[in-house]
């Protein structure tokens, strides 16, 4: 199985918005509504953001959000803060009952 | 509030088995509401998939590791394991141990890492 294919790299200010997206096949990310995203400080385990497509748990802050569409899903975060710097990695079910990771994205708060 | 906690040798000699448990405490292994993973991340890489189990015994395996990996749960002492055999260089990463809901991992061991090297 391949991974998930992300932007290497998302930048942006405090307070603004960036999208970060999360692109796969049929097979996984299209065929199912079970896209969950992680966030992962330097020396950190992950963390879930989001699971099931656009859910967040308990305590995860709302300016957090995601969306899919076809094969490609996404994940915003809005009003960008310093402690938002930080990995993110989506993640899909496969249709082989098994589970892929996206490649990453490294976000720089400018 | 369940944890996890990874255990066992930071340093295995290519061609060895690598072995590690997982501790779950707050919770039983035994939830049926609750798979086990493993997942990697080589220094300075991505994220990978190993596997999981359901305390039952039924596993899932990364097809690219499927035929060195084995997942095993031991319900008395509510512990997980994984072996993975024949490793290489490749396989120096930090190893997370993780408790599945639905389709996300909610519940992260803080991370071990284990060297491949001579």
């Known amino acids: 199985q391949s991974a998930l294919t992300q932007p290497a790299s998302v930048s942006g200010s405090p307070g603004q918005s960036i999208t970060i997206s999360c692109t796969g096949t049929?097979?996984?990310?299209?065929?199912?509504?079970?896209v969950s995203w992680y966030q992962q400080h330097p020396g950190k385990a992950p963390k879930l953001m989001i699971y099931?497509?656009?859910n967040r748990p308990s305590g995860v802050s709302n300016r957090f959000s995601a969306s899919k569409s076809g094969n490609t899903a996404s994940l915003t975060i809005s009003g960008l803060q310093a402690e938002d710097e930080a990995d993110y990695y989506c993640s899909s079910y496969t249709s082989s009952s098994t589970y892929v990771f996206g490649t990453g994205t490294k976000v720089t708060v400018i | 509030q369940l944890q996890l906690q990874e255990s066992g040798p930071g340093l295995v000699k290519p061609s060895e088995t690598l072995s590690l448990t997982c501790t779950v405490s707050?919770?039983?292994?035994?939830?049926?509401?609750?798979?086990w993973g493993w997942i990697r991340q080589p220094p300075g890489k991505g994220l990978e998939w190993i596997g999981s189990i359901y305390y039952s015994g039924s596993t899932y395996y990364n097809p690219s590791l499927k035929s060195r990996v084995t997942i095993s749960v031991d319900t008395s002492k509510n512990q997980f394991s994984l072996k993975l055999s024949s490793v290489t260089a490749a396989d120096t990463a930090f190893y997370y141990c993780a408790g599945q809901r639905s389709a996300c991992y909610d519940f992260w061991g803080q991370g071990t890492l284990v060297t491949v090297s001579s």
């Open positions: 049929s097979s996984d990310v299209g065929g199912y509504n079970y």
């Open positions: 099931d497509v656009s």
């Open positions: 707050g919770g039983s292994i035994s939830s049926s509401s609750y798979y």
